[in-house]
């Protein structure tokens, strides 16, 4: 695989200088074309042999492009703060917005392959690793990414010769470290599960380009020129497909080998999970208070075991439109220390919000160790409002359902406590307490035009939130239906299960 790659290839002085000259004015106008679409962020991944060049060329890409449009990351061993979170929650966090461009050392990639290298993981566990990665891009390039990686590489004798040789000079002495020498110890095996790496995850919307890294020239060179022509024909076909869209609104585009098709029941039944729900469940103002106050005092004592040892807790709530989220929430929130919680409330997505993957919103809100986030609505809108109402394409939305998975499933890897709650209520109940809202001073900025609209759809919704239900509650993150018919049973039973789920985490560690 990589005897492309030590050929010996090289660029004099003279061509160098007149091809960079060019390649840089086209690597601007790519660029200013790239963030005027303001549509798709490019992200760039370096990867390689160790002295092959990738700091080298991320710094020459800052130096030929304008570098307010560019954000570089390199990543060490964690800190504690990202220790505390899912592993990917750092990648997540600095993906670049739309029509930005985002420059990776040591990504994803780097912990997999030492692991592997040192044997801390089987094939098979290194398999799976892979497997991950390749659907954390795959759901970039489906919302937009262009997604380029390029693997630099050293022959074994090539790159001791330029250990040797950097550790001879004096101003260069500090690039090699005993950490390189050790890992060139072991080049045989970093070679092998990098043959795996590319061979496994090199994809049609995220492919590996190999250059050789022996001559700065020749690798700066081919780089910059990969990266312009990529960019280009991704732009042209983008905006070709945009006009074909435009044109004919019955277009569509060929589902790509990533995507995961999944059908759905829609429109087949009118029964569904939330209409065989007993809405007739009750508990008096009485027996309300009673085990309020109990349960309050249990949640109380488990958060601050759950705080000592480092177990977070994240709670994800949706339902009808005056369903009793807040007050479920409410009820929550006045057993824990105010410190260690926060509520995020989930509206239309800003600006900023718009121009990055749609859960990176969700993903930047994700806490500490031991503590409690809350979410009023949350990632679920994609299968959800922006479903119904038409604000993400069917494959859009029909893509979610795997990728929301494969979320959870990291969120559970990581030890988090995840209960998600649909709080449901019937129609007619909906509609009373629209009315009460009406003329209640306190509760009248509750109701707006959009709730009448979204009640209009209610037939709607209700599927979707069945199909929602059956692609998305996994033994790992089940849903909770809540009968919400009375606001007294459903608080309780919200905050009887958070205490639960919380206990059982607290047993199992």
Known sequence: ??????????????????????????????????????????????????????????????????????????????????????EYWRFWRDLPANGKIGLYLSSWYSRPVLDRVKGNISLSEYDEQLQQIISFENSLVDDGAIILKFWMHLSKGAQKVRFTTL???PKQSWRVTKQDWKHWKKYDKFLSAAERVIMRTSTGGSPWHIIEGGDANYRSLTVGEMILESVDKKLLHLEQRDAARLNNPNFSERESDSSTTITTNANQSS?????????????????????????????NKLHRKALAKGISTLLLFEGADAAGKGGAIRRITAALDARNVQVIPIAAPTDEEKA??????????????????????????????????????EREWRRAYAEINDFENQLAEHNIVLVKFWVHIDKDEQLTRFKAREVTPHKKWKLTDEDWRNREKWDEYEQAVNDMIEHTSTHNSPWVLVEGNSKLYSRIKVIKTVCEHLSRALDNR
């Open 271 to 299: 029964t569904t999970l939330l209409s065989s729900l007993d809405m007739s469940n009750m508990l008096s103002k009485k027996d309300y208070k009673q085990e309020l106050i109990k349960q309050q005092g249990i949640l």
């Open 167 to 169: 550790e001879k000079d």
């Open 1 to 86: 695989m990589f005897r492309t790659a030590e050929l010996g290839r090289k660029v004099g002085k003279k061509e160098y200088k007149e091809r960079a000259l060019i390649l840089r004015q086209q690597l601007l106008e790519m660029q200013q074309k790239l963030n005027s679409r303001d549509k798709n962020p490019l992200i760039i991944v370096f990867a390689g042999v160790d002295g092959a060049g990738k700091g080298e060329t991320v710094n020459l890409l800052n130096e030929w492009m304008d570098p307010r449009w560019i954000t570089t990351r390199a990543y060490d061993t964690p800190t504690q703060e990202e220790r505390e979170r899912p």
């Open 356 to 393: 990055h993957h749609y859960l990176w919103r969700f993903w930047r809100h994700l806490s500490r160790a031991g503590r409690f986030t809350i979410f009023d609505r949350s990632w679920y809108g994609r299968v959800l409002v922006e479903r119904v109402e038409k604000f993400a394409s």
